[in-house]
């Protein structure tokens, strides 16, 4: 090989916050044509991921004005966050897809309704201890119910176990009434019913007591 052109070169620049701002103003010193903004939104998300969504003080000024030009490139911002945030299992997804499909909405009472079988666990090779998780993902889908509400079948006899979030106040007055454990806006009941259709006749004709 008679290719001489060969070189390595080391950029130490301690004030930079992630490898992504670096590359920016790489980028921008080497080529004159702007970047695309698929490229754009990239380097935004590694910028975001090192700075904890920008949080102090890892950013600076010349952090935020990195961002802030990806941004005017055509960086989506959304994307961006969520290319930088943990990956979720893919099995987990697949959970939450599984209840999501066996959901249904009481428009009157502005409660969500959702299910989970035994099945579902055992094809997913998830568990029960996912439930938080699954809850909390239909909640922010449906920011304008009052109750979210997920059922799902135990392995071992097919009865079934119930989980609750809404406001506080309304957990609390349900708490008052059926017991359980109230932690981070989700009411755990300690209530075993036989079936998906006696845990809702039992936990409708609560609500309706309350909502």
């Not at 079936?195 to 006749?201: K, L, M």
């Amino acid at each position: 090989n008679k290719n001489i052109r060969y070189g390595e070169v080391n950029i130490i620049t301690p004030d930079k916050s992630s490898l992504s701002e670096l590359t920016y103003e790489f980028l921008v010193a080497l080529y004159k044509e702007p970047l695309s903004a698929e490229y754009a939104t990239l380097l935004l998300s590694g910028i975001i991921e090192q700075t904890d969504g920008f949080k102090p003080p890892r950013p600076n000024a010349d952090t935020l004005l990195a961002a802030s030009e990806l941004t005017r490139l055509g960086a989506r911002q959304d994307e961006a966050f969520a290319l930088s945030s943990p990956r979720t299992p893919l099995a987990l997804v697949q959970l939450f897809g599984r209840a999501s499909v066996r959901s249904k909405i009481d428009h009157e009472r502005h409660i969500i309704w959702s299910f989970l079988t035994s099945e579902d666990f055992e094809k997913t090779e998830r568990s029960p201890a996912d439930a938080p998780y699954v809850l909390t993902r239909l909640k922010s889908e449906f920011t304008s119910e009052k109750f979210c509400i997920l059922l799902w079948q135990q392995q071992e006899n097919n009865s079934v176990l119930g989980i609750i979030t809404g406001t506080v106040p309304l957990l609390e007055l349900i708490l008052a009434h059926t017991g359980g454990e109230l932690h981070n806006s989700i009411l755990r009941l300690n209530t075993s019913y036989s079936s998906f259709r006696d845990a809702e006749e039992q936990l409708s004709e609560l609500l309706t007591t309350i909502v």
